[in-house]
């Protein structure tokens, strides 16, 4: 068990309709990133945020969105679905701002019908 | 940015053989180099790591060396058993950017 918590584990909806996915980081760990994971694609880094405030952004399309609050877990908004976004989504926590372990938790399923 | 290629995608290997996963990266700032293994229905977790002080790192049965010169290092995991079945993924980190992970290498260690 990593101590990162994901919810909902599995979600299926349809095209067009809107998500969020939630994550509890590791207790103590103020670093939140959201990964993509789609077949053959590995794991594709789409934002972090440290300590409520947004540090870095990777590939994360404009109909995505996400936030970290203060009491350090973090959402990740998925609007305006298409087939293409069905994937497993994972949040991953470490202590600092660049460190290098990362803590992932077990992922949430996202399908798109 | 940083770009980090893996081979091979698929590896299978008979138990008890060495398996060996190649990574290469592009960004000669990166300095950490951390290795993930994703068994099937859960999350990557990190195995090993090496940082770019140093050439080679064991822990057990697994290893990982690093050449600073040639950006690109490699696991090597020797006796392989079942359990080790599972998604590898090398990673890179560098300058202000997370983790940037390869595509994953799926071994399969047959019995």
């Known amino acids: 068990d990593s101590g990162v918590t994901q919810t909902p584990k599995h979600l299926i909806t349809a095209t067009g309709q809107r998500v969020t996915l939630r994550c509890s980081p590791r207790?103590?760990?103020?670093?939140v990133y959201w990964y993509q994971q789609s077949l053959d694609q590995g794991l594709q880094f789409l934002i972090q945020y440290y300590n409520g405030e947004e540090r870095a952004k990777g590939n994360i399309l404009e109909r995505f969105s996400a936030q970290q609050f203060p009491d350090l877990h973090s959402e990740l908004n998925l609007s305006s679905l298409e087939l293409g976004d069905s994937a497993l989504y994972f949040c991953?926590?470490?202590?600092?701002?660049?460190?290098?372990?990362?803590?992932f938790g077990e992922g949430s399923r996202l399908t798109v019908l | 940015g940083e770009n980090v290629e893996q081979h091979p995608s698929t590896l299978s290997v008979q138990e008890g053989d060495s398996a060996v996963i190649k990574c290469t990266y592009s960004d000669s700032a990166s300095n950490y180099f951390p290795w993930y293994k994703q068994e099937l229905g859960k999350g990557p977790q990190l195995i090993i790591d090496?940082?770019?002080?140093?050439g080679e790192k064991k822990d057990q049965r697994i290893a990982v060396t690093l050449n600073k010169t040639a950006k690109h290092f490699s696991l090597h995991i020797t006796e392989t058993q079942p359990e080790d079945s599972a998604v590898y993924f090398c990673?890179?980190?560098?300058?202000?950017?997370?983790?940037?992970f390869g595509k994953g290498t799926r071994l399969s260690v047959i019995a």
């Open positions: 991953a926590s470490s202590v600092g701002l660049t460190t290098g372990e990362l803590f």
């Open positions: 207790s103590g760990d103020l670093s």
């Open positions: 990673a890179a980190l560098g300058g202000n950017t997370p983790l940037v």
């Open positions: 090496i940082r770019s002080n140093v």
